[in-house]
C-alpha cells in the first residue's frame, strides 16, 4: 500500500495517465481556434462535406479529429453561444475511444457528447445518442440540434407513439436521439418483420448511452420483452378440443412408440366439414395459409386426447396441470409442455388455459448495446463499476478532471441507534439550514420513506416542500430546476438520469420558458430581464448561506448511486455541502450489517438523540457496500451467462431471417429441407443394416403422407430384390420433388416464391416463440441439477443445444408439411402483420412494475409532439434551423403545476378524457 502511494504520488494514478494523453491533442484543436473563427457560416458548414470526401478517399476518424473537434467548438459558439472547455475536449475524445466519460453534474454533458456525435455521425451510418426518458430525448435533440443542423446534419428522434414511416425517416438521420427502451423495442419489432422494407433500424454503428451505468447497469437487470396477445388462443384451444371427441376409428392414427398422432385424409374431411358449420374454416382447404393456427391447435388437441393419460403423464391440482416424470414418478410443478401441447391439456382437463408462448421476442440491454460496433457511454459516477463496464462491455472508464475544483465539503456519515432518532436529527439539520436561506436537497431510498419525512418536516413548520418521486419526467424537470432557489426543501426518492442542472438561485432557461413563453417583444424582454435580475439576487444569498446542501437519509447498496445524490452539489465550482445520516435499522445495515458496529456504538454508551461521526466509520460502510456491490455483480454476471447463451441462438435465426428475406428465391433452401425430412423418415422407419421385413411399413407410408402429402407402395418394396433404405430414400425424394415441382407448374414459380418464403418466416417465427418459452421454463429449474453435482450453467448449455437442434428439425418438418399440403387461391393480398397491438414490456427493477409509459394496444397512436413546456426548446430549434423529425403536436397546453401528484390511472387534468398515463403522464 505505502510503495503504491508513492509511485501514484510521482507517476500519477492511471486515469491521470490517460488524461494526459490526451493534452497534445488538445493543444492542436486549440491551435485551430483562430483559424476557424475567421470563417464565414458557410465555409464553417462547408467543413462537414470536405471531411466527408477526405474519408472517401481513405482518412480515418482518428485523422480528422482535431480539425472536427475545432469545426463542432466553433459551430457550438455560433449557435448556441456556448464553447466547450478543454476538459470538455477531453470528455469528447474519451467518447470517441469506445470508453465511458466519468464527468460530475454539471460539467456539460450534453455538450460534450456533440464533439464525438458528430465525428462519427461523418461517414453516414448513423449515430444514437441513448437517453433515459422521452423528455431529455426531446430536450437535448431539440437544444443540439441547432449546432448539428447548422453543421449541415440531420437529427431525428425516436420517442414512443411514432410509426414505422416516423421511426425510419428518424433512423435514416445522421444522429438519432431516442431512449434505450425505443431502440432496444425496435430492433426487435425489426425482427419479426417479414421484408426488409419494412424494417426502421438501419443498423448499430455507434452509440453514445447518455446516464450510462442507470442504463447499461440498474435496468440491465431486466430484460425488454414484447409479447403478444392471447385472448383468443383459449377460444380456439376449446374449439379444438371439442372437435376431437367426435372423431372415430379411421379419423387419426397412432404411434405410441414414437408417441406421434396424425389425421387420416378421411378425418381431415370430418374436421374441414366441421369447422365449415361453425365458421371458423378460411377458405375451403384446412391446410390453406390461413389457417396455420387452427391445424397447430388442432394436433396439439389430437395429441392430448390420443396419447397423453391423466393420472399417468400427469394430474390435475388446485385448478393446473401438472406433469409427472415418466422415469421417477414424481411431479414436476412449474415445468410445461411445448408447442401449445400443454394448453391443449388444460382444454381437455376443463382448468384455466395459461397464455400460449406469450413472450414474442426479448433481449437484455446486455446484448442489445453489444450489438453496436462502437460504443460509448458518460455519466457523473461510473468509476465504481469499472470492472463491470470492462468485464461485460469491453468499456474502459476515464474520470475527466472538472473545469473548476470542486469546493463541495463532504462530511463523515452520522449514524444513529434508531430511524427516528436519525430523521427527527434530519429534520432539525433541515430547518437549520433554511433557516439561514441555503437550499436543501434530502435523498430517500423509496417513495414511503420520502412521504414519511415530508409529513415529518410539515409538522415541524417546514412548508412549501417539494416531493419528487413520480415518473412524469416534465414536471420532474421543473422541480429539480427549482432545487436551488434559497429556502428550497426538495426530497427526491433518486436523483440518477433527471437531466436538469441544480442551479443556485434557479434555472434560467427553466424560468423563462415556465413565465415568458406566451410575451412577445418589449413585454418579453422585460420579463425575462426580471427573471434575470431575481436570480442574480437569489444566487447571491444561497452563495452566503453555504451553497445547495445535500442530505441523505441512508446509504444505499451502491455507492454509485450515493455519489449520484451528493454530485448535485458543487456544481462549476459552486460551494455545497453533503451529508449522510444511517441508523442501524437501515436496510443496508440491517441486511449486510458492518462489523462490530453494533457493539462499537454500545460501548460508547450512547445517549438518544446521539450519533457517532469519523472517517473511519465512512469507510467501514463504504467497504461494506464495495463487497454487496460485488456481490450483486457476481449475480448479474451469473444471468448474462445464462442470456448469452439464448443471445447466440437469437443471432443465428435474426441472421437467418435477415437473409431469408433478401433472398428473391428459398426454393433450394426449401428442397434442402423436403431432402432432410427425407432421410428422418426413412431413418425413423428403416434400422440401420436390416432386412426389409424389419422395415416399419405402415409408420413409412404414414409420415411420407402427412409430411410430402404422396402416397408411397412401401409395402411392394419390400418383396423387390437388393431394396434397402438408400434406394428407399432416393425413390421417396424424387416422387417428393415432382409432387413439389408439379405444384410449381400449377400455379407459377413466381407465385409458389412467394408463398414458400411467407411460410418459411412465419415458421421460423412461430417455432422460435415456443422455443423461448421452452428455456425460460429450462433456465427456472436447471438449478436443481446443483444438488447432483452437476454444473446448471453446463447442463443448461447443453439442453438448450438440443432443444435449438430440435426446433431446426420442427421447422424442416412443419415448413415441408405445410408446402407439401398448401393450395393456393387467388384472393385479395392479406394485410402485412400488425406488430402494434403488442405489449412492450421492461420491468424496473427498483419498483417491479413496467416502466414502458404506454402499452400500445390497436392501432398505432401518432406522435405526442413536443412535450407541454418544450416549447422554448422547439422555438429556438426552428429559428435556428433545427430540422428536427417529429410528429406534429397534438396534446393541449396545460400549467405543469396541475400535473403534479396526478394518479396515473386518474383522468388527465388537460380534460382529454384520457387516462393520465395516456395523455400528460406519458412523458
Known amino acids: 500500500m505505502v510503495l503504491a502511494a508513492i509511485a501514484k504520488a510521482i507517476f500519477g494514478s492511471a486515469n491521470d495517465r490517460q488524461v494526459k494523453k490526451y493534452l497534445p491533442r488538445v493543444a492542436a484543436i486549440n491551435a485551430l481556434e483562430p483559424e476557424y473563427e475567421k470563417l464565414t457560416d458557410e465555409q464553417l458548414r462547408a467543413k462537414t462535406q470536405e471531411f466527408r470526401d477526405m474519408l472517401a478517399a481513405g482518412k480515418t476518424l482518428d485523422d480528422i479529429l482535431e480539425p472536427a473537434f475545432a469545426t463542432v467548438r466553433e459551430g457550438a459558439k455560433r449557435s448556441l453561444g456556448m464553447r466547450h472547455f478543454d476538459v470538455q475536449l477531453i470528455g469528447g475524445m474519451v467518447l470517441n475511444n469506445r470508453s465511458i466519460a466519468e464527468m460530475k453534474t454539471g460539467e456539460g454533458k450534453t455538450l460534450v457528447a456533440t464533439l464525438a456525435v458528430y465525428l462519427n455521425a461523418l461517414p453516414g451510418k448513423g449515430v444514437h445518442l441513448v437517453t433515459v426518458n422521452d423528455y431529455l430525448a426531446r430536450r437535448d435533440a431539440a437544444w443540439m440540434g441547432r449546432l448539428y443542423n447548422f453543421l449541415g446534419m440531420s437529427i431525428g428522434i425516436i420517442v414512443h407513439g411514432l410509426d414505422d414511416s416516423e421511426r425510419k425517416a428518424a433512423y435514416d438521420c445522421d444522429i438519432t436521439y431516442g431512449t434505450n427502451n425505443e431502440f432496444g423495442f425496435d430492433y426487435l419489432r425489426d425482427n419479426m418483420k417479414y421484408s426488409r422494407d419494412q424494417m426502421v433500424q438501419r443498423g448499430h454503428e455507434y452509440a453514445i448511452v447518455d446516464e450510462v451505468d442507470s442504463i447499461l447497469i440498474d435496468e440491465a437487470r431486466t430484460p425488454l420483452i414484447i409479447s403478444g396477445p392471447s385472448s383468443d388462443r383459449s377460444a380456439l384451444y376449446e374449439l379444438a378440443d371439442s372437435l376431437i371427441p367426435t372423431l372415430v376409428e379411421g379419423d387419426f392414427e397412432i404411434d405410441e412408440k414414437q408417441r406421434s398422432a396424425t389425421f387420416t385424409d378421411a378425418g381431415v374431411e370430418r374436421l374441414e366439414a366441421a369447422l365449415a358449420e361453425a365458421g371458423q374454416l378460411k377458405g375451403e382447404d384446412l391446410y390453406d395459409i390461413e389457417n396455420v393456427a387452427l391445424v397447430h391447435h388442432l394436433n396439439s388437441a389430437l395429441r392430448a386426447h390420443k396419447m397423453f393419460q391423466r393420472e399417468k403423464d400427469y394430474i390435475v391440482r388446485n385448478d393446473e396441470v401438472v406433469i409427472i416424470d415418466e422415469f421417477t414418478g414424481r411431479m414436476m410443478p412449474g415445468r410445461r409442455y411445448s408447442e401449445g401441447l400443454h394448453q391443449a391439456l388444460e382444454a381437455k382437463e376443463h382448468v384455466k388455459i395459461q397464455p400460449e408462448n406469450q413472450t414474442l421476442a426479448s433481449i437484455t440491454f446486455q446484448n442489445y448495446f453489444r450489438l453496436y460496433k462502437k460504443l460509448a457511454g458518460m455519466t457523473g459516477t461510473a468509476a465504481t463499476e469499472a470492472e463491470e463496464f470492462g468485464d461485460i462491455y469491453g468499456l474502459n472508464v476515464v474520470s475527466i478532471p472538472t473545469n473548476v475544483t470542486v469546493k463541495r465539503v463532504d462530511e463523515d456519515d452520522a449514524i444513529f441507534r434508531t430511524a427516528a432518532e436519525k430523521f427527527e436529527a434530519i429534520a432539525e439539520l433541515i430547518a437549520e439550514a433554511r433557516g439561514r436561506g441555503q437550499p436543501v436537497l434530502v435523498g430517500t431510498t423509496s417513495i414511503e420513506k420520502s412521504e414519511m419525512l415530508a409529513e415529518l418536516l410539515r409538522q415541524k413548520g417546514v412548508d412549501n416542500l417539494q416531493v419528487l418521486n413520480a415518473r412524469y419526467h416534465e414536471q420532474e424537470a421543473y422541480i429539480v430546476a427549482d432545487a436551488g432557489v434559497s429556502s428550497a426543501v426538495t426530497i427526491a426518492t433518486n436523483m440518477a ?182 432421410d428422418d423418415i426413412v431413418a425413423k422407419a428403416i434400422p440401420e443394416r436390416s432386412y426389409p421385413e424389419q422395415w416399419n411399413v405402415e409408420q413409412l407410408t404414414a409420415a411420407a403422407k402427412t409430411y410430402l402429402n404422396i402416397d408411397i407402395p412401401a409395402e411392394e418394396w419390400t418383396h423387390e430384390e437388393g431394396i434397402d433404405a438408400e434406394i428407399v430414400r432416393e425413390r421417396i425424394t424424387k416422387a417428393a420433388d415432382e409432387f413439389a415441382a408439379a405444384k410449381v407448374a400449377r400455379y407459377s414459380p413466381e407465385i409458389m416464391r412467394q408463398v414458400e418464403k411467407s411460410i418459411l418466416l412465419q415458421s421460423i ?18 438449478g436443481w441439477r446443483g444438488l447432483a453435482q452437476r454444473d446448471p450453467l453446463m447442463e443448461y448449455k447443453r439442453e438448450a443445444f438440443e432443444l435449438f437442434e430440435q426446433m431446426l428439425a420442427s421447422m424442416r418438418e412443419l415448413v415441408t408439411t405445410q408446402l407439401s399440403h398448401v393450395e393456393i387461391q387467388m384472393r385479395q393480398p392479406a394485410p402485412t402483420p400488425d406488430l402494434s397491438g403488442l405489449d412492450e414490456i421492461h420491468i424496473d427493477p427498483t419498483t417491479g412494475e413496467n416502466d414502458v409509459d404506454t402499452q400500445v394496444t390497436g392501432t398505432m397512436p401518432r406522435a405526442l409532439g413536443p412535450a407541454p413546456g418544450l416549447a422554448a426548446f422547439a422555438a429556438a430549434g426552428a429559428a435556428a434551423g433545427a430540422d428536427v423529425i417529429e410528429a406534429d403536436p397534438a396534446l393541449r397546453p396545460i400549467d405543469p403545476k396541475l400535473l403534479v401528484g396526478v394518479s396515473r390511472n386518474a383522468p388527465c387534468p388537460c380534460g382529454s378524457g384520457k387516462k393520465f398515463k395516456h395523455c400528460h403522464g406519458a412523458f
Open 497 to 678: 438520469g433527471r437531466g436538469t442542472d441544480i442551479q443556485l438561485g434557479g434555472n434560467l432557461d427553466m424560468r423563462i420558458e415556465r413565465e415568458a413563453q406566451n410575451l412577445e417583444g418589449a413585454d418579453r424582454e422585460a420579463k425575462i430581464a426580471d427573471i434575470k435580475r431575481t436570480i442574480a439576487e437569489d444566487k447571491a444569498k444561497v452563495l452566503a448561506a453555504g451553497g445547495l446542501m445535500i442530505i441523505g437519509t441512508e446509504r444505499h447498496e451502491s455507492r454509485r448511486i450515493d455519489n449520484q445524490l451528493r454530485g448535485r452539489a458543487g456544481r462549476q465550482g459552486d460551494p455545497g455541502h453533503s451529508k449522510f445520516f444511517l441508523s442501524l435499522q437501515d436496510d443496508l445495515m440491517r441486511i449486510f450489517p458492518v462489523e462490530s458496529m453494533d457493539s462499537m456504538l454500545s460501548k460508547l454508551g450512547l445517549e438518544q438523540g446521539e450519533s457517532i461521526t469519523h472517517p473511519w466509520v465512512t469507510k467501514a460502510i463504504e467497504r461494506a457496500q464495495a463487497r454487496v456491490e460485488a456481490r450483486n455483480f457476481d449475480i448479474r454476471k451469473n444471468i448474462l451467462k445464462y442470456d448469452d447463451v439464448m443471445n447466440d441462438q437469437r443471432k443465428v435465426i435474426f441472421a437467418e431471417r435477415l437473409e431469408l428475406m433478401d433472398a428473391e428465391d428459398v426454393s433450394d433452401t426449401i428442397g434442402n429441407m423436403r431432402h432432410e425430412v427425407v
Open 765 to 782: 417465427d412461430g417455432l422460435w416463440r415456443e422455443h423461448l418459452v421452452t428455456l425460460d421454463h429450462l433456465s427456472k429449474v436447471i
